[in-house]
């Protein structure tokens, strides 16, 4: 019986990382459109893919939302669907289409309400790539509510300096708080078009996990799992399920910690993609 998982989708990368080589785009890579693993493969809207959900989640539950992030040097491209979370409630975002999918693959709303959110990073300088399978919580380092609501304090400060009273400022702001209340069209009387207002997230430094300058770590032409490890005990229990599900290639994975400055320490499991080259040259 076929076993879901992060760590078992970072195994069939091992397997098959020479593909993270081509210069096809992600969503083209055929590792990342086996139907027999994801229940959901949506290239149009987030997530892209999301895998499969276990009948038994007491060791590995499944059920990863999974966005793919292409870019053709060392940075993360911008998020222009959701801003990127650790955890997401399905119901907050699905259509009705991408839920259907997912039940007729066997993985109903019910069955894990809460996933835990991954996105697959690549860039490329010169020759070199870096593929990061990086947990969404590298780039929430505050709530995404308080995220929203001082992007939106500098805004005000900004249009109305100090001639508005803190109280009635802080009302307004406390108004802007929910992404979901920009992602509606909006028709305006007397308008023939209407009007749509989107949020896009842009990483800063601290959260490029291909930044060589802060995450020496993470070198060139290598494969990478990047899982939280805010709790230090926690370690062994991380690497238990990496080294069950990925069997003998567990052999071939570095493990190491990678510190981020505003949100603490992550485990990551690393392996190379240079070796692939090799191989099939």
């Given at each position: 019986m076929t076993t879901y998982s992060i760590y078992h989708f970072f195994a069939r990368l091992i397997d098959r990382r020479s593909e993270l080589l081509a210069s096809a785009p992600l969503e083209e890579i055929p590792v990342l459109n086996e139907q027999n693993f994801f229940s959901c493969i949506n290239p149009a809207q987030y997530p892209d893919r999301v895998i499969r959900v276990?009948?038994?989640?007491?060791?590995?539950?499944?059920?990863?939302?999974?966005?793919?992030?292409?870019?053709?040097?060392?940075?993360?491209?911008?998020?222009?669907?959701?801003?990127?979370?650790?955890?997401?409630?399905?119901?907050?975002?699905?259509?009705?289409?991408?839920?259907?999918?997912?039940?007729?693959?066997?993985?109903?709303?019910?069955?894990?309400?809460?996933?835990?959110?991954?996105?697959?990073?690549?860039?490329?300088?010169?020759?070199?790539?870096?593929?990061?399978?990086?947990?969404?919580?590298?780039?929430?380092?505050?709530?995404?509510?308080?995220?929203?609501?001082?992007?939106?304090?500098?805004?005000?400060?900004?249009?109305?300096?100090?001639?508005?009273?803190?109280?009635?400022?802080?009302?307004?702001?406390?108004?802007?708080?929910?992404?979901?209340?920009?992602?509606?069209s909006r028709s305006v009387e007397n308008a023939s078009v209407r009007l749509r207002f989107r949020v896009m997230t842009e990483v800063r430094p601290e959260g490029n996990i291909l930044n060589s300058g802060l995450y020496p770590e993470i070198g060139d032409d290598t494969l990478n799992l990047v899982v939280p490890l805010h709790d230090p005990d926690g370690e062994s229990a991380i690497a238990s399920l990496a080294q069950?599900?990925?069997?003998?290639?567990?052999?071939?994975?570095?493990?190491?910690?990678?510190?981020?400055?505003?949100?603490?320490?992550?485990?990551?499991?690393?392996?190379?993609?240079?070796?692939?080259r090799h191989h099939d040259s």
């Open positions: 276990n009948a038994d989640r007491s060791r590995y539950s499944g059920g990863e939302l999974i966005e793919l992030k292409d870019a053709r040097s060392y940075s993360v491209s911008s998020f222009n669907s959701t801003i990127p979370t650790g955890r997401k409630r399905l119901d907050t975002f699905l259509t009705p289409r991408i839920l259907a999918q997912m039940e007729a693959a066997g993985d109903p709303l019910e069955a894990l309400p809460v996933r835990e959110a991954y996105y697959v990073v690549r860039g490329r300088s010169r020759e070199h790539t870096k593929v990061c399978i990086t947990h969404g919580s590298f780039f929430e380092t505050i709530p995404v509510e308080a995220l929203i609501r001082g992007a939106f304090a500098q805004v005000i400060d900004e249009r109305l300096g100090t001639s508005l009273d803190e109280e009635t400022k802080s009302k307004i702001i406390e108004l802007f708080t929910d992404q979901s209340d920009f992602s509606q069950e599900a990925l069997a003998e290639r567990f052999a071939q994975v570095t493990t190491l910690r990678i510190k981020h400055p505003l949100n603490g320490w992550f485990i990551v499991f690393q392996c190379p993609l240079e070796s692939a």
